[in-house]
């Protein structure tokens, strides 16, 4: 078993879903770049993207991308380093792979609610479903029954 | 004697044992602050206006006081100064109504994004005014600039219709975008808002009370 492991190349399964995670952390991480723009050139242009694509919306995509790429890149690197420190391929990579994806579908959903609607009434709904407007925990409260 | 040590700095047992008295006092210390601040934020009550005893967070019917921002002569900053009673949209709200009303302007405050352009109790961004402070912002006084852009008589009606038109008063080249803000949502706002200007934030955010007024409050 254990001669079948080829260290410091990622071919297991374990670093296979490592790099898996990368790869989502380094789109957000485009993500993160992109609103960052935006909201700085609205900083020199207020008028820029106005009441279509706000600051405040531009920024909560914005530091959101910044805590997920870096959850995501922690996550992959936990993959890739125990193998490559164990020998061991990993244990539960079925599971590990399940929980990607429903992170990385729960993650897509919210993202595009954040710049699809934006904002909504003030009731509770809006906190459930849309966000709960306190900076850096802006995901949604459905979001914490999923996770 | 090589395993001697010969200075304590190379001293493993010195280092655990520091690691073990540092944790241990950083945590006891973070624990009694925790305490400390559980009671130091915890919401006066209505009974505790009505008395003039002083909380750091005022009971939801603070709404129906006058609230001021003067320089403490002792403490060395501003602090709010609760005043006599004053009606609020032109009435005098109960404890039920004023804690309804401040919930929902609390909600409105979350749902609408308010902390991704401004601060509020120094959580939030630069991009628009801080609102720690906004209701007692100068410019929403009498014969201040908002009253006089909205054609409103009163602080809380100025503000409550800028709130629900905010492109259509442009203070300055960034805008506040229209956010669907109702009428009721906006009289929560405001609540929201009076409410924050009455807690005691240490002075913070500073220089924001009216120059050369003073008081020897607290």
Redesign the interface.
């Known amino acids: 078993m254990l001669t079948s492991i080829k260290t410091n190349s990622l071919t297991t399964d374990g670093q296979k879903l490592g790099m898996m995670y990368y790869r989502v952390a380094i789109i957000l991480f485009g993500a993160q770049l992109l609103m960052g723009l935006i909201a700085a050139i609205q900083f020199l242009a207020p008028g820029f993207l106005f009441e279509l694509f706000d600051f405040s919306v531009a920024r909560m995509v914005h530091i959101n991308a910044l805590v997920v790429w870096m959850l995501y890149a922690m996550i992959g690197s936990v993959y890739i380093m125990l193998t490559e420190e164990t020998g061991h391929e990993g244990v539960g990579l079925g599971l590990g792979k399940l929980g990607f994806w429903v992170l990385t579908a729960a993650v897509t959903v919210v993202v595009l609610v954040y710049i699809l609607v934006q904002v909504g009434d003030g009731s509770e709904m809006s906190l459930w479903l849309i966000h709960e407007g306190r900076e850096y925990i802006e995901a949604p409260r459905w979001l914490i029954l999923v996770l | 004697m090589a395993n001697k040590n010969l200075s304590v700095w190379t001293s493993i047992p010195f280092w655990r044992r520091s690691a073990a008295w540092v944790t241990g006092f950083a945590s006891i210390l973070l624990i009694w602050l925790t305490f400390d601040t559980l009671g130091q934020i915890t919401m006066g009550t209505d009974a505790d206006l009505k008395a003039g005893t002083t909380k750091r967070v005022p009971a939801p019917t603070v709404i129906n006081y006058h609230i001021d921002y003067k320089m403490s002569t002792t403490r060395g900053h501003e602090v709010p100064v609760i005043g006599d009673k004053e009606p609020f949209f032109g009435k005098e709200w109960s404890e039920k109504e004023a804690a309804e009303l401040l919930h929902?302007?609390k909600?409105?405050?979350?749902?609408?994004?308010?902390?991704?352009?401004h601060t509020l109790l120094g959580?939030?961004?630069y991009?628009a005014p801080d609102l720690t402070k906004a209701w007692i912002d100068p410019a929403w006084k009498k014969g201040g600039a908002m009253q006089g852009m909205t054609g409103k008589g009163t602080k809380e009606e100025a503000m409550a219709e800028f709130l629900q038109h905010p492109?259509t008063y442009p203070t300055?080249?960034?805008?506040m975008?229209?956010?669907?803000i109702?009428a009721d949502?906006a009289k929560?706002l405001v609540a929201f808002l009076k409410h924050m200007s009455s807690i005691d934030t240490n002075g913070f955010p500073r220089n924001f009370g009216i120059e050369g007024e003073t008081t020897n409050a607290h």
């Open positions: 929902l302007g909600l409105t405050s979350q749902a609408k994004n308010c902390m991704n352009c959580n939030g961004a991009y492109s300055h080249a960034r805008m975008p229209d956010l669907g109702t949502e929560g």
